[in-house]
């Protein structure tokens, strides 16, 4: 089945630091999606992203959809506590809403 | 709106048990899915419905059944359970399965197959 590789799976960083995480897949994808999970919460969607090297920032956060839409990252400037918990990379790849998801990047920061 | 509602929030069963995770959206979305999320996995499809009376497998359908007779249910059964099927459940909803629709996701179900 398709995958997606998602890297770090753990992050523990000091308040005010930047972060970056990243997710590459095997397959193309038509669209891709970050979501935040907060602990004993269901994935909250952060930034959506169609179009191959397209940039695209929600306040601290800015997302790139890879040139070769084989790739994805997600930047977070000045990282505050409240950025804690896990984030997932998700691919679409056409009309039909089924997601795969990343493996998940859990941060940790600190203050 | 309640959004995307999930019931119980806590489940423990013995092997064998069945039970239904129920799933619940006021916001008529006509696609609702079903995932699990184990640990260092993500998040995985189980079965998805673009509409009442209409399911579809996912990745991971193996040992759950659906139904969806109304646009706002859409419940997961498990007929025999296992302790491979101990996981946090999701269900999300969205207004149509273009990837410009947003899924929202519900709080989850975490289960406990002993």
């Known amino acids: 089945g398709q995958q997606l590789n998602q890297s770090p799976q753990s992050m523990f960083i000091q308040e005010g630091e930047d972060v970056s995480m990243n997710c590459t897949s095997s397959s193309i994808f038509n669209t891709w999606l970050w979501y935040k999970q907060d602990p004993g919460e269901g994935p909250v969607l952060l930034i959506a992203?169609?179009?191959?090297?397209e940039l695209t920032s929600n306040g601290r956060l800015t997302a790139q959809f890879g040139i070769t839409r084989k790739d994805s990252f997600l930047n977070i400037s000045a990282s505050i506590p409240s950025d804690v918990g896990i984030y997932f990379c998700a691919g679409l790849y056409n009309q039909g809403g089924k997601l795969i998801f990343g493996q998940g990047t859990e941060l940790s920061v600190k203050p | 709106n309640a959004g995307v509602t999930q019931t119980p929030k806590f489940q423990v069963l013995k092997t064998g048990q069945s039970m239904t995770l129920q799933c619940a959206q006021d916001m008529n979305h006509e696609y609702m899915s079903w995932y699990r999320q184990d640990p260092g996995m993500g998040l995985r499809l189980i079965h998805y419905s673009v509409g009442a009376g209409i399911t579809d497998q996912g990745e991971v359908p193996n040992g759950y059944n659906v139904s969806r007779s109304t646009t706002e249910d859409f419940p997961l059964r498990l007929l025999s359970a296992a302790p491979s099927q101990t996981s946090v459940y999701f269900c999300a909803s969205s207004y149509g399965t273009s990837v410009y629709n947003e899924q929202f996701f519900g709080p989850g179900t975490r289960l406990t197959v002993l």
């Open positions: 992203l169609y179009k191959a090297g």
